[in-house]
T-cell receptor, first 114, second 111 residues
Framework: NAGVTQTPKFRILKIGQSMTLQCAQDMNHNYMYWYRQDPGMGLKLIYYSVGAGITDKGEVPNGYNVSRSTTEDFPLRLELAAPSQTSVYFCASRSGLNSNQPQHFGDGTRLSIL | QKEVEQDPGPLSVPEGAIVSLNCTYS??????FMWYRQYSRKGPELLMY????GNKEDGRFTAQVDKSSKYISLFIRDSQPSDSATYLC???????????FGTGTKLQVIP
């Protein structure tokens, strides 16, 4: 019972590099989310998806892109890494069968941009 | 005014103490209330979930919601060193609406 799996756990990037943060869930959840967590700032929503092929912006989408080609996977893409994107990134999912169910989180990707 | 206010702490208590963690909110549309526990270098883990005013108990944990005062609490009885973590409150109005998180309270239980 893996739940929400995020890879990699840790990564260092140089300014201007690109990378994809992977997120997969095995609970057949329709809704998936990407958050970033900065010290003292709580969780900020970057992008979310309500099902395969459907994505939408959250509070802080600039500098990021997402895609949702399958129910299971929701990758987050950084095209031109900037120091302001140094953060811990969390992926979450929840069931769409009952739209009021809470979210379940992965263990995060720690990203440093130097 | 922030939608959700949560004291960041840190809060240090001796083992066995009763801990009270709180959040206040301003949006009366919030109907669903959650508490997450987050250990260092881990993702938030759902601890309690409730959608009505009153109390909900699960073992040593009690979640309390007062919608009239827009105030939610998490009580931990007989606190243990393993309870040392950051506790986040989370609220949403249901359906497609986004979840709003508090900034978290860091708790340390000293043996």
């Amino acid at each position: 019972n893996a739940g929400v799996t995020q890879t990699p756990k840790f990564r260092i990037l140089k300014i201007g590099q690109s990378m994809t943060l992977q997120c997969a869930q095995d609970m057949n959840h329709n809704y998936m989310y990407w958050y970033r967590q900065d010290p003292g700032m709580g969780l900020k929503l970057i992008y979310y998806s309500v099902g395969a092929g459907i994505t939408d912006k959250g509070e802080v989408p600039n500098g990021y892109n997402v895609s949702r080609s399958t129910t299971e996977d929701f990758p987050l893409r950084l095209e031109l890494a900037a120091p302001s994107q140094t953060s811990v990134y969390f992926c979450a999912s929840r069931s769409g069968l009952n739209s009021n169910q809470p979210q379940h989180f992965g263990d995060g990707t720690r990203l440093s941009i130097l | 005014q922030k939608e959700v206010e949560q004291d960041p702490g840190p809060l240090s208590v001796p083992e066995g103490a009763i801990v009270s963690l709180n959040c206040t909110y301003s949006n009366s549309a919030f109907q669903y209330f959650m508490w997450y526990r987050q250990y260092s270098r881990k993702g938030p883990e759902l601890l309690m979930y409730t959608y009505s005013s009153g109390n909900k108990e699960d073992g040593r944990f009690t979640a309390q919601v007062d919608k009239s005062s827009k105030y939610i609490s998490l009580f931990i009885r007989d606190s243990q060193p393993s309870d040392s973590a950051t506790y986040l409150c989370a609220l949403f109005s249901g359906g497609y609406q986004k979840v709003t998180f508090g900034t978290g309270t860091k708790l340390q239980v000293i043996p």
